[in-house]
Nanobody, 114 residues
Framework: QLVESGGGLVKPGGSLTLSCVAS????????MGWYRQAPGNGRDLVAL???????TYSDSVKDRFTISRDNAKNTVELQMNNLKPEDTAVYYC??????????WGQGTQVTVSS
């Protein structure tokens, strides 16, 4: 019910925008977010945006990444600037209802390499 797009190969210092389309009812009441998982690591939070558009970022991406949502289109985006090799990971879209229901996307690969 969450479908990501926009991943790919980019050089260090480059930019990418990830998009996630959510096929869920009452999208606007969900907290949406992005997590990532690098090889050999666990799944880590990248950014969250609440239903009131309050956003939270991990320290490693703060000031480089921007999360946004469009409730009319049921989408959430992650604008990633000044990408670094350590940003290489599979990025997952995430949705959480205040009652606890959670959804995950299938993931999209982002590779930062020269």
């Amino acid at each position: 019910q969450l479908v990501e797009s926009g991943g790919g190969l980019v050089k260090p210092g480059g930019s990418l925008t990830l998009s996630c389309v959510a096929s869920i009812e009452t999208f606007s009441v969900y907290t949406m977010g992005w997590y990532r998982q690098a090889p050999g690591n666990g799944r880590d939070l990248v950014a969250l945006i609440t239903q009131t558009t309050r956003s939270t970022y991990s320290d490693s991406v703060k000031d480089r990444f921007t999360i946004s949502r469009d409730n009319a289109k049921n989408t959430v985006e992650l604008q990633m600037n000044n990408l670094k090799p350590e940003d290489t990971a599979v990025y997952y879209c995430y949705a959480r209802h205040w009652r606890g229901t959670e959804y995950w996307g299938q993931g999209t690969q982002v590779t930062v390499s020269s």
